[in-house]
C-alpha cells in the first residue's frame, strides 16, 4: 500500500499569517489516465470532514480562494495564504489514486 | 443539494451485527460510487469500503480490516447505500461516515465529494 506522510503534525498559527502543510507519498500518484488522485481535507472540530481540494489543485465548490494546493508525484502542499479562526482544525491529504484510499496522519491547525 | 443521512449506529456486542444506511438525496443514486469511511475516537480517517456505481455493475472493494466481515450494498430504486457489519470487534469502534463520489460514473479511484454527519458504532461488552 501506498503510505502518506503529512508534516507538520501540529501547525500553530497566528490569524492572518499564512500556514503551509506537506504531504508525502511513497510513490507517484499518477494515474494510468494521466490525472493525480491527491486530495485535502478540512475537518472542524466537532464536524464531519469536508472536501477542500482535488486532483491537487482544484478547489471544491464553496472553498475560499485563500487554499490552495500545489505538486506532483510525490510531494504536495496545502497552502492558506491568510488563516481566519474558522480554519482551526485537523486537515489531512488523501490518495485516491490506487486502492486502497489512504490519508495522511493529519494536521492539526490552531491559533497561537 | 446532494445530502447524505446516515442511520443504524448504536452500542453492539463483540461478535454481534448491525447494519447501517445510508439514505441519499439531491442527485441520481445509481450514477455514482458510494463509500463509507470511519474515525475511531481521537484518531485519523480511515476508508472501509467502496461500491461502484450502477454503470460499473456495483462491484465492490474492501479495506484489509474488515474484508469477509464488511458488506457494502445499494438499492437504487430507494437511493439507500447499506454497510452490513458482521463479527463485530472492539477496534471498529468509530463514527461511520457514508460519502458520494465527486466524480460522476468513475471505477476505479474514489475521492469522497461529499460527506453525512456520520453514525456511532461503539462495540463493547
Known amino acids: 500500500d501506498i503510505v502518506m506522510t503529512q508534516t507538520p503534525l501540529s501547525s500553530p498559527v497566528t490569524l492572518g499569517q499564512p500556514a503551509s502543510i506537506s504531504c508525502r507519498s511513497s510513490q507517484s500518484l499518477v494515474h494510468s489516465d494521466g490525472n493525480t488522485y491527491l486530495s485535502w481535507l478540512q475537518q472542524r472540530p466537532g464536524q464531519p470532514p469536508r472536501l477542500l481540494i482535488y486532483?491537487?489543485?482544484y478547489r471544491f465548490s464553496g472553498v475560499p480562494d485563500r487554499f490552495s494546493g500545489s505538486g506532483a508525484g510525490t510531494d504536495f502542499t496545502l497552502k492558506i495564504s491568510r488563516v481566519e479562526a474558522e480554519d482551526v482544525g485537523v486537515y489531512y491529504c488523501m490518495q485516491a489514486t490506487q486502492f486502497p484510499p489512504l490519508f495522511g496522519q493529519g494536521t492539526k491547525l490552531e491559533i497561537k | 443539494e446532494v445530502q447524505l443521512v446516515e442511520s443504524g449506529g448504536g452500542l453492539v456486542q463483540p461478535g454481534r451485527s448491525l447494519r447501517l444506511s445510508c439514505t441519499a438525496s439531491?442527485?441520481?443514486?445509481?450514477?455514482?460510487?458510494m463509500s463509507w469511511f470511519r474515525q475511531a475516537p481521537g484518531k485519523g480517517l480511515e476508508w472501509v469500503d467502496f461500491?461502484?456505481?450502477?454503470?460499473?455493475?456495483?462491484?465492490?472493494e474492501y479495506a484489509a480490516s474488515v474484508k469477509n466481515r464488511f458488506t457494502i450494498s445499494r438499492d437504487n430504486s430507494k437511493s439507500i447505500a447499506y454497510l452490513q457489519m458482521n463479527s463485530l470487534k472492539t477496534e471498529d469502534t468509530a463514527v461511520y461516515y457514508c460519502?458520494?463520489?465527486?466524480?460522476?460514473?468513475?471505477?476505479?479511484?474514489?475521492?469522497?465529494?461529499?460527506w453525512g454527519q456520520g453514525t456511532l458504532v461503539t462495540v463493547s461488552s
Open positions: 461500491i461502484r456505481s450502477k454503470a460499473y455493475g456495483g462491484t465492490t
Open positions: 460519502t458520494r463520489d465527486l466524480y460522476y460514473g468513475s471505477g476505479s479511484y474514489y475521492t469522497p465529494g461529499y
Open positions: 439531491g442527485f441520481t443514486f445509481g450514477d455514482y460510487a
Open positions: 486532483k491537487i489543485s
